[in-house]
């Protein structure tokens, strides 16, 4: 679930009948498709009786990012190697329907969460989606990939049977509806004949079980069904359904998948494969409706949601659609029978509706949000109502917890078929404004903010809901000497781009624009292209939101223009005299130079991947004074293989360094995130703890220290103390955020007084850095989640790097607490991340979630340092 304060619905105009005042007694009207694929009016059925606006109270849970993760190095091995091959799969338009393929049962595994529940558990499911291929023509499954613990990701089609032929007819009007949506729109063919796609994903949650099950029955009754309603839908839609995104997770029963990650927070930076799949299935199948089944808000959590609404969607569209079809389910569940008194169900909720803030679409992370950029015209989280999960699993009667789930099913069931019946009666409708999300990208047509004019028939639209923004004409990631450092993240951001289906092209020759000349190889992003909405989402800088709403849901800055270490600029036109080539794939940066001493960069994750890989084979590098490493000449054919795998580039030096650089293993009491940022570097990585310090830890197995979470000083045994600060009299600590900084304190190791920040602060904030070893080269721009900053230095303390003069917000949220500290004034001109002869700290966030890959590369010096802290390894 996405869990959200508490706060009364948002004040809506005097209208016949309030919108939060009267319990719902009447269904949602309901209205057929229009029959032209012309640009529509946006309008909402008409809004039904009133709803109620008091809700029980809903936690927030503790955050993954909090915890101190103990995740195998294999999950993070197999999500840093999978490739993209299984797409290809799911890609294929060659292929009719049905698709069928016998699935090899896996090992039973009594173990299972989701058989306390009496729940279908994962070793189940491939001999039950074997059975249904049997029952006809209609259900199709492939594997979509696996998770990062290995598991099959099944993809369930369901349509009418397809020639090989008429497949790729419906293959070359998706194409159409994209690349050329102006003409889509006119199409007869394209009214009369194409399928709408549907995506229904379930179970991204781990611990939010019971939207695979009722996946499954829904699938059972689609393969067998005979009345007209059902053959109607399947003549005129694929249904794609995503049986559960996290077998990982359902496994366990936890949130996470088996890299630690909560995948519906990965959209933007798509770092697990369990993502990466999900992905792809959106670009290759273009949803123009989407349900993503989440678990447990009672009642029944429907989007919409509350302001801000992301400022990049064509949200007159999404809001009309999206508002339409919760009012279908709405209905759909209320109308199932259950109430509070009878089984502890309340009515269903919508937050648009029945609420002002804390349920926003701001960031592009979620699944819906994010499937809003590809086309996506309806699109939904639906927080089924009973809690089955953490304290209650645990505490509950089986009886109860299979109550529980029998009604959560029936709940994420009546959701699934209130959605279809949606997409049967609106198909071409939402086929219309999908197009018409794509023709405005295309010819760079402006937004048209939301209104009860634009948006008739949805209720409360006022000012607080306007959200839109200016696409720069193009955005440049500029090549060519000056930004030779960024070689590598360049390259990345336009690999990820390319994969996010964003279109990127190259130039041939060098051009010159608004007085500054691009070298030849620079790449241009066109912003008028179909999917510009991602395109911006992804680059621009974003906005500071601090003072629209009290508090975030989640973040609300994540710029990889900004954070993710590559040269990002806009262009006010397209250059001329340029040729721009499409590209696929980010030209190679790996080189070696032929002769002569290597320097190596170490400004980006590859590069410091690429160290450890040279130093754990023995070679002999030496750092230099701005932080790079130097390689010898005699290394030059393991340099070659180290460059060809990550990606990187050794330019030949002069340079012999000022120290030695080792092995460097690592000791961490992280967050998952931080933890797979470490392993993506290619360090060496114990995790650790509080209890496994307390347990007896052999310290000669690691050579440096990371702490940000899950190790607390007092919280040690008196032997687990003694231990630690023997090591660390030899070797150093980096630590992040408060927990970090107090390990410093109670060691004695950094004379710095950490202050805490507002904790629900988040976003992309200006720095300004040293020119040490540690900073030199380092992006002017971080990332803070609770934001923290260092006072009262003492001698030998150095300020490496430091929050802006003024607003050091760029993008996000940043508000002052309550009693008027800890916002960005406090912190402006602050110490940022400091440094003394034990311990560097970090106020910032370098490694959050795997995303700021900018920043990766400070940590990697840091504890490269650190390791040598005393001069010994």
Same mark, same amino acid.
């Given at each position: ?21 009267? %319990? ?16 529509? =009016?946006?309008? /909402? ?74 729940? $279908? ?33 099944? %993809?369930?089609?369901?349509?009418? @049977?397809? =020639? ?50 009722? +996946? ?18 399947? !003549? ?12 990982? &997770?359902? *496994? ?6 088996? #890299? ?41 959590? *429907? ?28 209905? /759909? ?34 699944? @819906? ?14 927080? *089924? ?9 645990? $505490? ?31 198909? $071409? ?19 048209? @903010? ?36 960024? !070689? ?68 609300? #800055? ?98 012999? &360094? ?31 703890? $509080? ?47 408060? =927990? ?39 992006? &002017? ?29 760029? +993008? ?30 970090? #106020? ?30």
């Amino acid at each position: 679930m996405r869990t959200t304060r508490t706060v009364p619905a948002r004040p809506v105009p005097a209208r016949p009948v309030s919108a939060r005042s009267v %319990l719902i007694t009447a269904l949602a009207l309901t209205t057929a498709g229009s029959l032209l694929l012309t640009p529509h =009016t946006a309008v /909402a059925d008409p809004q039904p009786p009133g709803h109620p606006s008091g809700r029980p109270p809903v936690h927030r849970e503790a955050a993954l990012d909090r915890e101190a993760a103990r995740t195998p190095a294999s999950a993070a091995q197999r999500a840093l190697g999978t490739a993209e091959a299984p797409s290809a799969v799911i890609a294929d338009d060659s292929r009719g329907y049905p698709r069928r393929q016998v699935l090899t049962p896996d090992p039973e595994n009594p173990a299972d969460k989701s058989i306390k529940l009496g729940l $279908t558990p994962y070793h189940a499911i491939a001999p039950k989606l074997n059975a249904l291929q049997a029952l006809g023509d209609r259900v199709s499954v492939e594997v979509a990939g696996r998770s990062a613990g290995g598991h099959r990701l099944y %993809l369930v089609t369901v349509t009418a @049977p397809e =020639t090989a032929r008429q497949a790729r007819t419906q293959a070359r009007m998706r194409e159409l509806i994209e690349n050329a949506p102006a003409l889509a729109a006119k199409s007869p063919e394209v009214r009369r004949s194409y399928k709408a796609p549907v995506f229904l994903n379930n179970n991204i949650h781990g611990n939010e079980w019971e939207g695979t099950d009722a +996946s499954l029955k829904l699938v059972e009754r689609l393969a067998t069904a005979t009345d007209a309603r059902t053959r109607d839908l399947l !003549a005129h839609s694929r249904l794609y359904f995503n049986i559960t995104a996290n077998p990982d &997770g359902r *496994i366990a029963g936890t949130r996470a998948n088996a #890299g630690g990650f909560d995948m519906n927070r990965d959209f933007a930076t798509a770092s697990q494969p369990e993502t990466r799949a999900m992905r792809q299935i959106m670009v290759d199948k273009q949803p123009a409706v989407l349900l993503d089944l989440h678990g447990y808000v009672n009642g029944t959590l *429907i989007e919409p949601t509350t302001p801000p609404h992301g400022e990049n969607y064509e949200y007159d569209l999404f809001l009309k659609n999206t508002y339409a079809n919760a009012l279908r389910m709405e209905a /759909a569940v209320n109308g199932l029978g259950h109430t509070p008194a009878k089984d502890g169900v309340e009515p269903a909720q919508i937050p648009f509706r029945d609420q002002e803030e804390g349920w926003d679409d701001w960031p592009p992370i979620f699944t @819906p949000q994010y499937a809003a950029f590809h086309g996506t015209v309806a699109a939904h989280t639906v927080e *089924i109502p009973m809690q089955v999960n953490n304290n209650a699993y645990d $505490t509950l009667p089986q009886a109860e917890l299979r109550r529980r789930s029998a009604i959560n099913v029936d709940v994420a069931g009546a959701a699934l078929r209130a959605t279809l019946d949606f997409v049967r009666e609106r198909r $071409t409708s939402l086929v219309a404004d999908q197009i018409e999300v794509f023709r405005r990208g295309a010819a760079g047509a402006a937004q048209v @903010p939301v209104s009860e004019e634009t948006v008739p028939g949805v209720p409360g639209i006022g000012p607080e809901d306007v959200y839109t923004t200016t696409f720069p004409r193009a955005y440049v990631i500029p090549a060519g000497t000056g930004a030779q450092r960024s !070689a590598p993240a360049a390259a990345r951001l336009v690999d990820h781009l390319l994969a996010n289906d964003v279109r990127v092209t190259r130039a041939d020759r060098s051009f010159r624009l608004g007085g500054r000349t691009y070298a030849k190889g620079s790449y241009v992003v066109d912003m008028r292209q179909p999917k510009r909405g991602l395109a911006n989402v992804l680059l621009a800088d974003g906005r500071d939101i601090s003072d629209k709403v009290s508090a975030m849901y989640d973040i609300s #800055g994540w710029s990889l223009g900004r954070l993710w270490g590559a040269a990002v600029e806009t262009l006010p036109r397209m250059p001329y005299g340029a040729v721009l080539r499409p590209v696929r794939t980010a030209a190679p940066v790996a080189y070696v130079a032929p002769r002569g001493d290597l320097r190596l960069r170490l400004d980006d994750p590859n590069e410091v991947a690429a160290l450890n890989s040279l130093l754990r084979q023995g070679i002999e590098a030496r750092r230099a004074a701005d932080g790079s490493a130097i390689v010898p000449g005699s290394a030059r054919r393991q340099a070659l293989a180290a460059a060809r795998t990550y990606d990187v580039a050794f330019h030949a030096t002069k340079l012999t &360094g000022t120290a030695p650089l080792h092995r460097t293993r690592v000791a961490a009491a992280v967050t998952g995130g931080e933890l797979f940022a470490l392993r993506e570097m290619n360090f060496e990585v114990t995790p650790v703890s $509080t209890d496994v310090l307390n347990a007896g830890f052999d310290w000669s197995s690691v050579d440096a220290l990371f702490v940000s979470a899950g190790l607390e000083y007092d919280d040690l045994t008196a032997p687990a103390r003694t231990a630690l600060d023997a090591f660390l009299d030899a070797h150093g600590l980096v630590g992040r955020g408060a =927990t970090g900084a107090a390990l410093s304190t109670a060691t004695g190791l950094l004379a710095a007084k950490p202050v805490e920040g507002n904790g629900d602060a988040n976003g992309v904030v200006h720095v300004v850095n040293s020119g040490s070893t540690l900073m030199s080269g380092a992006p &002017g721009h971080g990332f803070v989640y609770a934001p923290v900053w260092f006072t009262d230095l003492g001698p030998g303390v150095r300020v490496e790097q430091a929050y802006a003069a003024g607003n050091p917000l760029v +993008s996000g949220h940043w508000r002052a607490s309550a009693d008027g500290s800890g916002g960005p004034a406090d912190a402006a001109g602050q110490a940022s991340v400091v440094s003394g002869t034990g311990a560097v700290l970090f #106020g910032t966030e370098p490694l959050f979630r795997d995303h700021p890959k900018g920043e990766f590369a400070q940590v990697g010096r840091a504890l490269f340092s650190m390791a040598q802290a005393s001069g010994t390894t």
